[in-house]
C-alpha cells in the first residue's frame, strides 16, 4: 500500500515534469481553510500548498491543479503515473473527498 507521502511525492514529480513549481508556503490568513492552488506568477504555473494543510489535503490541491493543466496526462508516454489511478486508490483508501471539484 502506498502512503499519503510517496503520492504526494510523485504528484510533485509530475509538476516538475510539467515545468510547474511547487511551493510549500506558509498562508498567513486568519480563519482561512485554503489549502492551496494553482496561480501563475509571469509566465509560470506555480502550486502553492498551505504548509498547515495535511498530506490529503495537499494531495487533493495538487491533484486538481494537475488536472486543470494536463487533464489528458495519464495518455503521454513520459507520466510516470495516472492522476486518475491515483484518485481511484485515494478513493478505495477511503478519502472521500479526494475527488476535486
Known amino acids: 500500500m502506498v502512503n499519503d507521502e510517496v503520492i504526494l511525492s510523485y504528484l510533485e ?5 510539467l515545468e510547474i513549481l ?3 508556503e506558509n498562508i498567513n490568513i486568519e480563519e482561512s481553510s485554503c489549502s492551496g492552488g494553482l496561480c501563475r506568477v ?18 487533493q490541491v495538487m491533484i ?11 495518455s503521454e508516454p513520459w507520466q ?16 472521500e473527498n479526494s475527488n476535486p471539484g
Do not use: F
Not at 514529480?13 to 515534469?17: G, P, R, S
Not at 509571469?42 to 494531495?59: H, Q
Not at 486538481?64 to 496526462?73: F, G, R, S, T, V
Open 64 to 74: 486538481k491543479a494537475l488536472q486543470e493543466q494536463a487533464p489528458d496526462a495519464d
Open 22 to 24: 511547487v511551493r510549500d
Open 42 to 59: 509571469e509566465d509560470k504555473y506555480v502550486i502553492i500548498l498551505n504548509s498547515k494543510a495535511s498530506v490529503k489535503e495537499k494531495i
Open 13 to 17: 514529480e509530475v509538476a516538475e515534469k
Open 80 to 95: 510516470i503515473l495516472s492522476l486518475r489511478h491515483v484518485n481511484q486508490s485515494l478513493l478505495n483508501d477511503g478519502h
